[in-house]
């Protein structure tokens, strides 16, 4: 019998192609980029059905480094942010609402 938990990791092991996510690991050491986590989150939302709630995530990713940045070598300096983990997102699944961690 699959449950919600099951369903959730093996969600996030092929939208990430990594087999090795287990409950414990963080979303956010995975997905940096918040263009990336967006839509991520969004087919997360549809698939278990989950109301998007005050989901910012630019409070959990970080921007795209702009082209200007890349041309000029511009070093990006990356703050510290919270993480997100999947053990989370299975609660989040669960409840059917997105709530922060």
Known sequence: MDTIEDNVLLFFK???????LTKSSFLTDYCKNEDDAFYLFIEFFEKFEVEKGNLNVDKYFY?????WDFITFK??????KPKISIEHLIKVAEKKEWFDP
Do not use: Q
């Open 14 to 20: 092929k939208a990430l192609l990594n087999s090795k």
């Open 63 to 67: 921007a795209k480094s702009s082209f």
């Open 75 to 80: 070093k990006v300096v990356y703050e510290d």
